[in-house]
DNA sequence: TGACAAATTTGGAACGATCCAATTATTTGA
DNA sequence: TCAAATAATTGGATCGTTCCAAATTTGTCA
């Protein structure tokens, strides 16, 4: 049934011209007459010729228009917002992407980046899994393949990153929940032993001390970077001899959390306890009480990451640049910003 | 500085044998000596070597290891974890996707296809846009590409399918909420004009036909299948001159947008009202309330749907066939289960 | 040692498109 | 009308791999 596919040289053949004018018409060339053109297209339609992009790759000269993503955890709707603003971008400029979750696996990422690599991909844009290190990356960099990291950065490795102001993003958050009147603010979610965490704790850290605030390092609570770890983390914090009475989250996920945990614990967030997140997913705004968050946009960090490979592949030369993207605190009820001060009752 | 790529002639050269040779031990083929395969594969890793897939792929035989993924939405977790599951099986069978986010546009969905078709995938496995029609994958079918449909169909088209029961759910949930005592039950959320909807609503009808009650369409109220909307059609569910006492909604993020909606109307969910979801995406089990929904597995659904394009792939023949997965309701807390009559206040 | 089989190795022709240099067709100008 | 300029078309080599048929090496046995 599978009849064998329609190629240039059956096209010139059934329009009675040469294969290399139909390449031309291919290409959409000027040179071509008119009438001709007319022909083979009509001759192109009729046999359902499907042009063969592998076979036009295979000249030394021609870059192909793929282009890899990989992204750590594709579960997390931060990440599916960020590969969707790429998906954007590639395709109004005509690329395909190969997208892969590495789901946190630096060996799953090793294989996929190979088998990438031997499908022959113009650039890579990859949210690292944790873990990876410059050498995993060194192969594309000496073949010429620009790559961008998102996200997190890979310590030692040349290559384009774009990444967050996590620190600024804190600390304007943990400043507002000091203006609120809080003096007990922890944090809470978040696997400790990443940069991203680092960050946002050193905000924390240097927005409490400027405050003239303590920072004790008990009312740092890691656990994983999601609702449960959320709930976990609440859980831990609310049992402290001098429990806090607001917190900064590692990101929406351990924050809808940690709302989740108060209301077990039959506290109000916004009313009894302020909550602060970090990336301002979707929901965050449609939540209830609506999420009081650091916006960072993931599908405009998507498409700037997409933008800055693609300059990096037209251009076809690496230029490692690194990006550092401004956030913006958006204050919601979470906070308990928009209540007047009898109706929140933090016991400061 | 991108030095022209090695191939197997350079290979050839420097080890000393003849391009064949290198060919036969990158296909680990028997036929070659021990001695020659490790001179081979020294000089391999020596210069650097990368696998050419699109050049192996020109010659007719070959099928390329190359498989596409469009998914309609993939900011919706659900769908998320759909292609999280296909990227698993993927993976392991030593695929690689071209994944697309058509985000519900049928035309960016054609082009995908299109494009797709030219880079030369093996198989498709689809989650179509709304309003996909039967002439939209005919090309693929035409060249006996295998095509998977998930979770949406697409009448007409002779592809294989796999969706959920979506009737048996909606019943099973509908029924759950009469024996506990509920006697108005409203449908929320979701898009009223796609298949999905009909199945479900019609699984509502017929559970409270069964129960002898009515199915008003009035009870019906559609709005987009996300939080938004949930919260939209709550509202207006709450302002029916007789207002329902429990709810199933479209899907998990309508459902927990009524939740949401419920607690501005300062009724508490699972208390003051039932509600159940459908979908079972990872948040249900830890949100407060804990959501009780119909559970659809999207990340097995992913899977079983990469298994059964494969399985074509495979066969090199294309013989479509309908699989209905099934589905079980997950009791939680959002119904009101676990409260003791007295707790549970529906004034029925 | 020679004949034959088995084990290895190897040119060269594909695969489908591109692109260069060369050829042929059509205009143009005096 | 003819040479020169321009427009349009075209073979053939090439990209990196596979695969066939044929050639070469090695091994076995009488």
Redesign the interface.
């Known amino acids: ?2 009849k ?2 329609v190629t240039v040289v059956d096209i010139a053949r059934a329009a009675g011209v040469s294969k290399s004018t139909v390449s031309l018409v291919l290409q959409s060339s000027p040179l071509v007459n008119e009438t001709t053109r007319a022909k083979v297209n009509a001759t192109i339609r009729e046999l ?1 010729y ?6 036009a ?2 000249r ?1 000269s021609a870059s ?1 228009r ?1 282009i890899g993503i990989i992204v750590n955890d ?2 997390n ?1 931060f990440f ?2 960020l ?2 603003g790429m ?1 954007m971008v590639m ?1 109004s400029a ?1 690329y ?6 590495s ?1 946190e696996s630096v060996d ?1 990422q090793r ?2 980046i190979a ?6 991909i113009a650039g890579l844009i990859i949210s690292p899994a944790r873990g990876t290190e410059a050498s995993d990356l060194k ?1 594309l960099a ?3 393949i620009p790559v961008v990291a998102v996200v997190r950065n890979v310590v030692g490795a040349k290559v384009s990153t774009l990444f967050s102001d996590n620190y600024a993003g804190a600390k304007d958050a943990v400043r507002h929940l000091i203006d609120l009147g809080h003096r007990r603010i922890a944090f809470l979610g978040g696997i400790a032993n990443t940069t991203v965490f680092a960050e946002r704790v050193q905000g924390w850290r240097d927005a409490l001390a400027e405050a003239g605030l303590g920072a004790p390092d008990s009312c740092v609570i890691g656990s994983t970077a999601s ?2 770890g959320g ?1 976990a983390a609440i859980e831990r914090a609310l049992s402290l001899p001098e429990p806090p009475t607001a917190a900064l989250c590692f990101n929406d996920a351990a924050a ?2 940690v ?3 108060l ?2 614990a039959g506290k109000e967030p916004g009313r009894d306890f302020g909550v602060v997140g970090f990336d301002d997913v ?2 965050a705004e ?3 009480p609506a999420l009081t968050t650091v916006s960072v946009d993931p599908q405009g960090m998507g498409r700037r990451a997409a933008q800055m490979l693609l300059k990096q592949v037209n251009a ?2 690496v230029e490692p640049e690194t990006i550092v993207s401004s956030v913006r605190l958006v204050v919601r009820q979470s906070c308990g910003a928009g209540l007047k001060d009898k109706t929140r009752r933090i016991s400061a």
């Open positions: 049934m599978n064998s596919r359902g499907v042009y063969n992009r592998g076979a790759n295979l030394q192909s793929i594709l579960t709707s599916a917002e590969a969707v998906d395709q005509g395909v992407q190969f997208l892969s979750n789901a799953r294989e996929v088998s990438m690599r031997e499908h022959g192969p000496a073949s010429g609702r449960a709930v809808f959390g709302c989740d945990g209301r077990t979707i929901e449609t939540a209830v076809g030369r």
